[in-house]
C-alpha cells in the first residue's frame, strides 16, 4: 500500500468516526427527550388520577350522608377529619395538604413522584381566588414534581355542590 492509499484510508476511518459519534449522539439526545416526556405523561396521569378519585368522594363531611341547604351547615375546617387516613377519605376536602410519594419500580424505567394536594373555598365570582369563608364551591390544586422532571406539573378543579328540593 503507497501513501496515498494510506492516507485515504486514514480519511475514511476519520469520516466513519465522526459519523458513529454523531448517531450516537442522536441516540442519547432522543433517548433523553423520550424520558423527559415518559415522566411528563406520567405525571399528567397521576395528578388526574388524584383529580378525579378527589371528585368522586363527598362534598363535604356533612353531606357524605345526607344532604345540607344552608352554608353554615358545611365543614368550616378543611382537612380529614380526626382519625381518617388516605385509605379512608371520604369527602373532597379531606385531600387537603395531602401529601405523597410514590415508590419506583426496579422492573420498569420509573421515578419517584411527589404528589400533594390543596384544597380551598373559592370565590364563585372568581374561581382562581380562595375564599376565607364557606361557599358551594371548592378546588383542588394537585402538584407533582420529580427528581426526574424539570418543571413540576399544576393542575386543578373546582368541585361544586348542588342540592335539590
Known amino acids: 500500500m503507497n501513501t496515498g492509499q494510506m492516507m485515504i484510508t486514514i480519511g475514511a476511518i476519520m469520516l466513519l468516526t465522526l459519523v458513529i459519534v454523531r448517531v450516537n449522539n442522536g441516540f442519547l439526545s432522543t433517548d433523553s427527550v423520550l424520558m423527559r416526556s415518559k415522566f411528563g405523561v406520567l405525571a399528567v ?3 388526574t388520577s388524584m383529580i378525579e378519585e378527589a371528585n368522586g368522594k363527598a362534598f363535604d363531611h356533612n353531606t357524605d350522608t345526607t344532604s345540607v341547604s344552608a352554608i353554615t351547615q358545611l365543614t368550616s375546617t378543611l382537612g380529614p377529619e380526626t382519625g381518617e387516613t388516605y385509605s379512608t377519605f371520604n369527602d373532597f376536602d379531606d385531600y ?3 401529601l405523597r410519594y410514590t415508590a419506583t419500580d426496579s422492573t420498569i424505567v420509573s421515578a419517584p413522584f411527589k404528589i400533594y394536594c390543596r384544597v380551598n373555598y ?3 365570582s372568581d374561581p382562581d381566588d ?3 369563608t364557606r361557599t358551594w364551591h371548592k378546588k383542588i390544586y394537585v ?4 427528581p426526574n422532571m424539570e418543571d413540576t406539573i399544576k393542575m386543578s378543579s373546582v368541585f361544586s355542590y348542588w342540592f335539590f328540593r
Do not use: D
Not at 143 to 146: A, I, L, P, Q, W
Open 130 to 132: 380562595s375564599s376565607a
Open 143 to 146: 402538584e407533582v414534581s420529580s
Open 96 to 98: 387537603h395538604n395531602y
Open 45 to 47: 396521569s397521576l395528578a
Open 122 to 124: 373559592i370565590n364563585p
